[in-house]
């Protein structure tokens, strides 16, 4: 035989020489989940080794992240419920203790790269990401406080606008929004393609923000979709999108090829907590070799196509690149 393509992989220095596709720690964002208080580190039952942290202990975090060489986080608010109404009103008052944290933390870290949450859902009374009214959500109702909540982020220092509801056109309001606001240069990252997924379980746990009626089949899209996606897609980017993203990521990574190959925008994926958490009880079960299945599954979602990874798995990642084991 004239051609074995086994030659190529017959040394380690040879395999990572013509390696493909690499996980480097500047495409991942790491989602911290965040509370009111001081002196708080709580336990998320079911993503081990998760925490929800007061803005005095999630420095410390973040500082330690930033030593490993993550500098990129997604900040996720769970609020009590006597901060909740219907009109998600608490999102966007200035004595909120995420947009106080947003502040503390860019003046602590101003090179940190902060992405919010723009929802009703951490808010809401009723659970969703939108209004709601005698059952239904409404769409264009919605817009509004999305846009005040985005530019009252803005205003504190984030650095990427993360509007994760799905309601038609948000993006061009809450670009509009900014704008308007004098926030030109803030960047929105777009739940473009953000299907009604079983795997985000553990995050509605940890935010403690499921649905009090229904379901968000109305707005988040049919796991059954591709063609959706683009037209989805399509929508934002005209809307003014700076990123497109796919969550989840490991049942979708058709739709971030799909997306990758018919956009010039980046490309980023989620990484979900029903992902982080079945990956976790499988290794402390001994059914796989953890810490070489967490860099596979990120392998997996870069190698689909995605510029961006969302994932709870940053900071471990980054601990086994500082100890030699990737």
Request: aromatic letters at 10%; a negative charge.
């Amino acid at each position: 035989m004239h051609i074995r393509p086994r030659r190529n992989r017959k040394s380690e220095v040879i395999r990572n020489m013509v390696r493909e596709t690499g996980v480097s720690l500047t495409c991942l964002m790491y989602p911290l989940f965040m509370v009111d208080g001081s002196k708080k580190k709580i336990a998320i039952n079911s993503m081990p080794g998760i925490y929800r942290w007061s803005v005095d202990l999630l420095l410390k975090e973040i500082e330690e992240c930033l030593r490993l060489g993550i500098q990129s986080f997604v900040l996720f608010p769970a609020v009590e419920d006597r901060y909740k109404d219907k009109m998600a009103t608490y999102s966007y008052n200035s004595s909120n203790f995420y947009l106080e944290a947003i502040r503390q933390i860019k003046k602590r870290f101003p090179e940190a790269c902060l992405m919010s949450d723009v929802a009703m859902d951490p808010y809401s009374s009723d659970g969703h990401d939108g209004l709601v009214h005698e059952g239904k959500i409404l769409n264009d109702e919605t817009l509004p406080i999305l846009g005040a909540m985005s530019v009252a982020q803005a205003e504190a220092g984030i650095d990427i606008i993360g509007p994760s509801d799905m309601m038609d056109g948000r993006v061009g309001f809450i670009r509009q929004s900014l704008d308007e606001a004098g926030f030109s240069e803030t960047s929105i990252m777009s739940y473009t393609a953000k299907y009604a997924s079983a795997f985000y379980g553990p995050f509605r746990e940890a935010l403690d923000s499921a649905p009090k009626s229904g379901d968000k089949k109305t707005y988040q899209m049919d796991p059954a979709n591709r063609v959706e996606a683009l037209r989805e897609a399509s929508l934002d980017e005209d809307e003014g999108a700076d990123f497109l993203m796919v969550k989840p990521a490991l049942c979708y990574l058709d739709v971030i090829y799909l997306l990758k190959q018919n956009f010039e925008l980046p490309i980023s994926a989620y990484n979900v907590s029903g992902e982080f958490a079945m990956l976790k009880a499988a290794g402390e079960k001994g059914w796989i070799q953890y810490e070489r299945a967490m860099p596979e599954m990120l392998l997996s979602i870069r190698r689909a196509g995605a510029d961006i990874i969302l994932t709870y798995f940053a900071k471990e990642y980054a601990e086994l690149i500082k100890a030699g084991h990737t």
